[in-house]
């Protein structure tokens, strides 16, 4: 993936994975991953490291999180997103090592008790055991370099490590009374909207289970009473991916090749390969802007009306529920069909109206229809989970 073209072709295969695939919910948590595990587009980082680092992800977003986590802090693509290749022992880059605790692993403080995760110290300890890593410029790899590693011993989280490296840490941070908990807590926010009491905590952390088991976890969260109860439902603003996502599975489509979906979801702000930061994309709210709801307008009419209704469409690149929509809909019964079709089921008197208005303003044809879809997927009801 090294041209702009090749990149456009990983994008549009991630975008069909995410909107078409049989297992949903591997592309939810491989998404969840990247939003957790992150890598973005920097001076180091192009379209191969990312390219690498999503595949990691999918591959293992329903596997060990220990292993999947150890894989990717000793990934090239990590390692050059946060500065750790060249990091030596005479001058530790500590980027890597704040992210690990912070981020990825432990969070700042133990989410039941609040009591501190770790200190300045431990951070500057595991960055001198993280060093050594070097960049290989004619294969693209980072690789491990005895030279540049600090041989020294550590003292991580108050234990002495000994001569330390980054298995050494790893198990540090599994072995830690935080790990059972951080990561399971982020995954169960992300899935329901809602935040755990102490009790789901445990709960949580049991299914975990030492080595953090991410299918169990989830299997988990799916079977608690609260991942359909009535605050789960719309607890949560939907992000820009997943406007786009939920739209084309709405609306059927098969093949996304005629839709360019890299700039709308830049300017929304939420390109997969542009996190604004190590800490991810913003959650909730934070997506309710004026300029995010007028680019998913432009998004969501592009893909809505781009079925005419003809035999001439290729079959891959039509709208099923449009289609059915017109065929099956009237002027009368567009409306609360299009809702229908669209999931929407408990909504507001002024969707429904809307809608309805809308259905019996004019002759109803193919284009009505995909007007009424437009409306459906663009209603306050839909933006949220």
Same mark, same amino acid.
């Given at each position: 993936m090294n041209t702009w073209e090749e990149s456009v072709t990983f994008l549009n295969r991630l975008w069909t994975l995410m909107s078409t695939s049989t297992n949903p919910l591997q592309e939810r948590m491989a998404w969840s991953m990247m939003g957790t595990l992150v890598v973005a587009y920097t001076d180091t980082v192009h379209g191969p490291e990312m390219a690498e680092h999503v595949k990691r992800l999918r591959g293992g977003c329903l596997g060990n999180y220990h292993a999947l986590l150890s894989s990717v802090v000793q990934s090239t693509p990590m390692q050059l997103y946060l500065s750790n290749v060249f990091s030596?022992?005479?001058?530790?880059n500590e980027n890597l090592a704040r992210e690990?605790?912070?981020?990825?692993?432990?969070?700042?403080t133990h989410p039941k008790t609040g009591a501190p995760n770790y200190i300045e110290g431990d951070v500057k300890e595991i960055a001198r055991a993280i060093t050594g890593y070097d960049f290989d410029w004619n294969t693209g790899q980072a690789y491990f370099e005895p030279d540049y590693w600090d041989p020294g011993n550590k003292t991580v989280f108050g234990v002495n490590r000994g001569a330390a490296k980054f298995t050494e840490v790893l198990e540090a941070v599994r072995t830690h009374p935080s790990f059972a908990y951080y990561v399971p807590r982020r995954i169960y926010r992300i899935l329901t909207g809602l935040e755990p009491n102490a009790a789901t905590l445990d709960q949580l952390a049991s299914a975990w289970g030492p080595n953090g088991d991410l299918k169990a976890l989830v299997t988990h969260i799916a079977n608690r009473a609260e991942f359909l109860s009535d605050s789960a439902i719309r607890s949560r603003v939907k992000s820009p991916l997943e406007l786009v996502i939920g739209a084309v599975r709405v609306l059927?489509?098969?093949?996304?090749?005629?839709? $360019?979906?890299?700039w709308p979801?830049?300017?929304?702000?939420?390109h997969p390969f542009q996190?604004?930061?190590v800490n991810g994309w913003p959650d909730g709210p934070a997506w309710l802007y004026?300029?995010?709801?007028m680019e998913w307008s432009g998004t969501i009419n592009s893909l809505c009306f781009s079925d005419d209704g003809s035999s001439g469409v290729p079959t891959a690149e039509r709208s099923p529920t449009v289609r059915q929509l017109f065929q099956q809909g009237t002027r009368t019964t567009g409306g609360d069909l299009a809702l229908q079709l669209a999931c929407l089921y408990d909504v507001s008197t002024e969707t429904r109206e809307a809608?309805?208005? $809308?259905a019996n303003a004019g002759p109803w044809e193919i284009w009505r229809a995909c007007g009424l879809m437009q409306l459906a997927l663009s209603c306050p009801e839909f933006l949220l989970n």
């Open positions: 030596t022992a005479e001058h530790p690990l605790c912070e981020l990825f692993s432990l969070g700042v059927g489509l098969q093949s996304l090749e005629r839709f $360019y979906f890299d979801l830049t300017l929304m702000r939420q996190a604004p930061n004026a300029g995010q709801v809608l309805r208005d $809308y």
